[in-house]
Structure formats: structure tokens, C-alpha cells
């Protein structure tokens, strides 16, 4: 690529440059040098150029060669904005001038920038300005991480990396605004705690937490989106104050740590969560009480496809998941859901059921919504006899049957907390005590 070439892919301003890092992965220092195109090892050095009109320079690292600063940067005479260390470099001596980055605006790497924040504060100012940016995290040497410090996203920022090998550390906060549509945030891990403070339509997909996602109180986050994400060895994955409404936990993964002592997903009078298709699990670990999956304080949250699992057959009966508010739906599996059930709301929706952690356990230290069974009976004088239905409270209906016998018909006639009360009838409706009888039976709470 000659050097006109090179001059031909800016604009007057140097905004909006179409020239990028890729072009010198493909020639050499050496290469680039005999086209006419300078070329310098560190930031120093280019700070150092006394530059002419239109002069075009190759940098070869921030700091050393292939540190991943590298980059072509052409001279602005007319410039004078600030120097930020990683797109808009003043030269030593000040005045007029600066030397500009060639790249998509919309698109930093973090090892740009002396500091990896400074790519944050880059795009957090060109946010104010209402445009769009996304800040990349190259994949690092897994004993190796960014360390941001405090600093907060603003919500026209965007973040993604290469996965968990894109590692994050410090205090970060996501922020957003009433109306705004925030960018996504993409293959990263966090190792510190995160804070979603005002946040709105922000999705984090394939992200790894190490430490707890916060909503702090009347946090007023509402329609975010946690897709493909994981909680790793954490006390608790997500910690929800009130006043942050409609977000969503979808096809997710938390594995607790065995000491934790809150429960993996805890909100605070906070309405319309959707935890869907997410497995929880804790370590397992026959000593130490179990904290619950899931607590759920407010109204109208939905709990679907999700598998919760602990210790098979742990001497504690603690409550797995806890619903507190009005009008909630649980949706349970089959099987995997091993803890008790502690509904202390109203009007909560419980469908689905559970399997026992052992034959000889009582049902009854678990929760099932729907129960079904055959069990053999022998009615009393007046044809009634009781059938334990193993429910975690009185059902609402029941349905029972007489197998093998066409001239025996049962009837279900109330219950209580502990077992469903069945008269057996001849045809004629008359009460029978002849024999004993298998009954089929099924109820719902």
C-alpha cells in the first residue's frame, strides 16, 4: 500500500478515519518504512516527532513494540482537543496539533490507553455527546487482568472481550437513563462485585461474574437482560434492592459457595423478575445449612425450566426457595429440585412437582404442587378411608379411582394439610368395607 494510498483513507479532520491497525498486521516495520510511512516504537517517541502536514506514522506500542498499542496515527494541525493518552496524542512542547488515531470512532481497545479507564472515560465522553462506543478488552494471560479502579459505564457504552479470559478487576458501576437503550456487554469476566445503578435495557450476555451483581435500593434498574451468564463460586450471584423492576436471569448458571449466607438470587420488594431455563447449584457440603436458591420479595415474578440442586440426602431441612410476595408463578421440574418450599405470600401460582431425595424421606420435607400415587386401603364400617397425599399443604382438588374393580367406585370427599379423605361406594352409591382396594389418585395444590 503506498503512502497516497494511506492519505486517501482519512477525512479532512482525521474523524472517521477508514485506515486501521489491521492494514500494518500484513507488512512489517521495515516494509512500512521503505513506502514512505515513518515509523516509531512508543508513545514517547511519537510525542517527540516534529510532524509536517499530512504525515502519516506507524506506532509499534503504547509503551514497547506489540504491546497492543500499536496503531497508525496521522498529524491534525488544526487540532486541538485534549489529549487522551490513547486516540489523540499532543506532541511534547504543546500548542496547536495533535496526532489522531486511525479508527472506527465507535470502537477503542483498552490496550489503547495507558489505562485501561481511560478507554472507559473516552467512551463515556463521546457518550455525553450521544454517540456510541465499545470498548474491547483483548484476551490476556490467564494470571493476568485489567485493573480499571472505580470508574462507572455510562449506558451508550458498550464492553466485550475474547470470554473469561478477558478479565476484568474493580469497582464498576453500569448507569443509564429513563428512555436510553444501553449497549451490550459481551464475553467478559468480572472478578469484583458489579453495581447496576439506573440501568435500562442493558444486556450482558456470555459474561462470568465472580462476585455478586448488586441492585442497590431504589436502584431503579428495569428491563435488563443476564443471557448465557455465569456466578462462580459466589456468596450470592445476584442482590436486589427496591425499586428494580422487569429484569431477567435467562438460561444462566450460579454455583454457590457452600458457606454463603444468603440465598443465590435475593430481591427486596422489587416486581416482575423472570428467572428462566438457569441451573443454581451450592457445593455440597453435609455440615453447614443450606442457604436458598432463590428469595423472592414483591409480586408477579415468574420462576420457569430453572434446576436447583444441593446435597442429596442433607440433614437440613432449610428452604430451598422462599416466595414472600402476591402472584407469583413457580414452575417446577420433575426432578433435581431437593429442598422444601416456603410460600409466605398470597396468591402464588406453584405448578410442576418433585421426585423425594430417598424412599424413605418424607415428601413433606419438599415441596410438590401436583402428587399422584397407588396406594392400598381398607375402608371402614362406613366405606371411608385416608390416603396420605404428601403435599406441602392442603390441595386444591383431588381425583381418585378404584383399580381393578368395575363394581367399586371412590369418591373424594375433603382434606386437610396431611391426607385426602376417600369413601369407596358400591355402584348403587351404598358405602362397601368388604376388602381392601388399590386407589389411584392425584392431587393438586
Not at 423478575?273 to 451450592?282: N, Q, R
Not at 457440603?285 to 408477579?300: E, K, N, Q, V, W
Not at 410442576?352 to 402428587?371: C, F, K, P, Y
Not at 392442603?394 to 374393580?405: Q, R
Amino acid at each position: 500500500m503506498e503512502r497516497r494510498d494511506f492519505l486517501l483513507g482519512f477525512s479532512a479532520t482525521g474523524a472517521g478515519a477508514v485506515a486501521s491497525t489491521q492494514v500494518a498486521a500484513a507488512e512489517d516495520a521495515d516494509a512500512l518504512a521503505a513506502k514512505g510511512i515513518k515509523v516509531v516504537s512508543t508513545m514517547a517517541d511519537l510525542r517527540a516527532q516534529k510532524p509536517k502536514s499530512d504525515d502519516i506514522i506507524w506506532l509499534r506500542g503504547h509503551r514497547r513494540p506489540n504491546d497492543g498499542g500499536e496503531g497508525f496515527f496521522h498529524w491534525d494541525a488544526e487540532s486541538k482537543d485534549a489529549d487522551n493518552g490513547g486516540t489523540i496524542i499532543a506532541p511534547n512542547g504543546g500548542g496547536s496539533g495533535r496526532w489522531l488515531r486511525a479508527h472506527a470512532n465507535s470502537f477503542v481497545n483498552a490496550k489503547w490507553f495507558p489505562n485501561p479507564a481511560d478507554a472507559i472515560a473516552y467512551g463515556n465522553a463521546r457518550g455525553k455527546a450521544s454517540e456510541n462506543t465499545v470498548v474491547y478488552f483483548p484476551s490476556l494471560p490467564y494470571s493476568k487482568f485489567y485493573d480499571i479502579g472505580k470508574v462507572t459505564v455510562d449506558t451508550r457504552v458498550g464492553l466485550c472481550g475474547d470470554g473469561e479470559r478477558s478479565r476484568i478487576s474493580g469497582n464498576i458501576t453500569f448507569v443509564g437513563g429513563a428512555r436510553n437503550l444501553s449497549s451490550p456487554i459481551r464475553d467478559l469476566r468480572f472478578e469484583n462485585a458489579v453495581t447496576i445503578q439506573e440501568c435500562r435495557h442493558r444486556l450482558f450476555e456470555n459474561v462470568q461474574f465472580m462476585d455478586t451483581t448488586i441492585f442497590p435500593d431504589r436502584g431503579q434498574s428495569y428491563y435488563n437482560t443476564f443471557l448465557h451468564c455465569q456466578w462462580m463460586l459466589v456468596a450470592t450471584a445476584i442482590e436486589c434492592g427496591p425499586v428494580n423492576n422487569f429484569n431477567r436471569v435467562m438460561n444462566c448458571r450460579v454455583f454457590m459457595r457452600k458457606d454463603a449466607t444468603s440465598a443465590g438470587i435475593r430481591i427486596v420488594d422489587s416486581d416482575g423478575w423472570v428467572v428462566d431455563a438457569t441451573a443454581i447449584e451450592i457445593e455440597r457440603d453435609r455440615s453447614t445449612p443450606y442457604p436458598p436458591f432463590i428469595d423472592l420479595g414483591g409480586d408477579a415474578h415468574t420462576v420457569s425450566g430453572c434446576w436447583f440442586e444441593r446435597a442429596y440426602s442433607a440433614p437440613f431441612k432449610d428452604p430451598g426457595i422462599i416466595l414472600r410476595g402476591n402472584g407469583n408463578y413457580l414452575q417446577l421440574g420433575s426432578m433435581g429440585h431437593w429442598m422444601p418450599i416456603s410460600d409466605l405470600g398470597r396468591r402464588n401460582k406453584i405448578t410442576g412437582s418433585i421426585r423425594r431425595t430417598s424412599a424413605t424421606e418424607s415428601v413433606r420435607d419438599n415441596l410438590a404442587a401436583e402428587w399422584r400415587g397407588l396406594d392400598k386401603v381398607k375402608p371402614d364400617a362406613k366405606g371411608n378411608t385416608r390416603i396420605k397425599h404428601r403435599l406441602f399443604r392442603t390441595p386444591a382438588m383431588a381425583h381418585v379411582s378404584v383399580k381393578g374393580n368395575a363394581t367399586r367406585l371412590a369418591h373424594y370427599m375433603s382434606a386437610d394439610d396431611v391426607y385426602l379423605e376417600v369413601r369407596i361406594t358400591d355402584l348403587a352409591g351404598q358405602p362397601v368395607s368388604d376388602r381392601s382396594y388399590e386407589i389411584a389418585w392425584l392431587a393438586i395444590v
